[in-house]
């Protein structure tokens, strides 16, 4: 069984970053987590960002339909506990209730080193986590990317290629990634 992580609301509103990491749990890379707190922050920013809601609600759908086993449940009771930033308390708390290894999450900051190896979780940039999971598993990871430009192209969006891809997922922050996978591509 893979490692599992919990994916931070902020790492699931910008596009190409959550089809990404989705896609790479798709492959059995590991095991996505998040709780209905989080998809709801991921709601609210979606539609702060502009999304229509039926657009949002489908995504979040296709989300729990795609990982119904990612839902963590029971970690309100630990909330309180936790030692990290306030706002996030509950996003470590589901972590720990679900038996996460990482927290993939740009508020770095709110998750610091003491209060997260307290309980055996690392929180990590996406940027870090992809970088991670491409030494692990290149072929996969490299695979999926190819996979994820393929599958665009759904009027009215137009296709795009496997360099517009890496570009858009630098511009969400994981240019770390980005460098790694195109130097790859060049030794092929």
Known sequence: MPFSAILDA???????????????????????LWSERILAEARKALIGKGLPEPNVKRTLSFMRAAFPEAM?????????SMGNHVKDRHVLAAAVRGHAEVIVTFN?????????????????????????????????????????????GKPPYPAMSL??????????GAPVFVSEVRSRIRRR
């Open 72 to 80: 963590v449940e029971g970690w309100e009771p630990l909330e309180e």
């Open 108 to 152: 770095l900051r709110d998750f610091t080193p003491t209060a997260c190896e307290a309980w055996d979780v690392e929180a990590q940039h996406p940027d870090t986590f992809l970088l991670y999971e491409l030494e692990l598993a290149p072929a996969v990871i490299l695979n999926v990317l190819e996979e994820q430009a393929a599958a665009t």
């Open 163 to 172: 360099d517009d891809v890496l570009a858009s997922l630098e511009n969400c």
């Open 10 to 32: 902020c790492v699931l509103y910008p596009n190409v970053l959550r089809d990404t990491l989705l896609r790479v749990a798709e492959a059995s890379a590991y095991q996505p």
